[in-house]
């Protein structure tokens, strides 16, 4: 639903076009950010007397994602970096309270749209359920993130449904500054981010049967392994490609599949791989 939002040429190259376009080179960033939440979901499946700093420590290490890193050098730097976060975070919690699940997927469906994915922990706190999501980017977060996203509602009243505990505060963790931005929800917004949800999702999925109905869902020949050639978009009619415009904009920067889109390599300059990194 959010990479419908933010540019339907996206989605298509994401989730219709098989095979998938080329993406460019993996973001060092999102190395980072994948290393750090492995690391805290192992932590929580480690034995209570393992839950300490220093296991989120050797966890990290072990589990580093090494892509998109200038050289060894700042890989080794961020691996520093990503340790003290890892092991500074798990200080502050309790390990006897284990949370309720981690990673977890969550689904449901409404009227109109089944809707699943996955949380990054689910707490119980008294009679009701809590959705953290961690986050580790270098921009600060404020409660309109937490109140906004549709993600985390949805998370929210899927989790409600299927443990069947009322669930309506959703908080993001921001590793880098320790914060907790929390939002309460009510009935009357969950009720309005899931009309919202199946809205986008209606209108997605009503450009998905036109897209199918045009260029067929039959995957594509299969790629033999360990060949690297680069990979085109679709061929598409006029019509169905008009269903699917870009959005260009700042987020083009950092599109995966900007290689292929000559609006989003005029929005904004190209980026390195490790650029995303706050150095
Ligand atoms: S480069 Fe920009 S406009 Fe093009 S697909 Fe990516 S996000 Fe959309």
């Known amino acids: ?133 961690y986050k580790t980017g270098r921009r600060p977060l404020t409660q309109d993130d937490a109140r906004s996203s549709l993600a985390l509602a949805a998370y929210a009243v899927a989790a409600s449904a299927m443990m069947r505990t009322p669930c309506r505060t959703v908080e993001l963790h921001h590793l880098p500054t320790g914060e907790i931005v929390e939002w309460r929800h009510t009935e009357e917004s969950l009720a309005r981010h899931l009309s919202r949800a199946e809205e986008v999702a209606m209108e997605a999925s009503e450009a998905d049967d036109r897209y199918r109905g045009a260029v067929g869902a ?22 169905v490609d008009k269903l699917f415009a870009p959005s260009p904009g700042p987020i083009c920067s950092w599109c995966d599949f900007r290689r292929h889109c000559p609006e989003g390599q005029a929005a904004g300059p190209e980026r390195q791989p490790w650029d995303g990194l706050a150095e």
């Open 1 to 133: 639903m959010n990479t419908w939002l933010d540019c339907r040429r996206r989605y298509r190259f994401t989730y219709l076009d098989r095979p998938q376009p080329s993406k460019g080179p993996a973001w060092a960033h999102n190395s980072v950010g994948a290393s750090v939440h492995n690391a805290l979901a192992g932590w929580w499946r480690e034995p209570y007397d393992r839950r300490t700093p220093l296991t989120a420590s050797i966890l990290l290490t072990n589990g580093w994602i090494t892509e998109g890193f200038r050289d060894a050098e700042q890989s080794g730097r961020w691996l520093g970096r990503a340790r003290d976060l890892v092991s500074g975070y798990v200080a502050t919690l309790d390990p006897s309270d284990d949370p309720v699940g981690v990673e977890r997927t969550v689904a449901t469906r409404t009227r109109v749209i089944a809707l699943s994915g996955r949380i990054d922990r689910l707490d119980r706190r008294g009679d009701e359920l809590v959705v953290v999501d």
């Open 218 to 239: 039959r995957p594509g020949p299969r790629r033999p392994p360990g060949e690297r050639q680069t990979i085109g978009p679709a061929e598409v009619p006029g019509d």
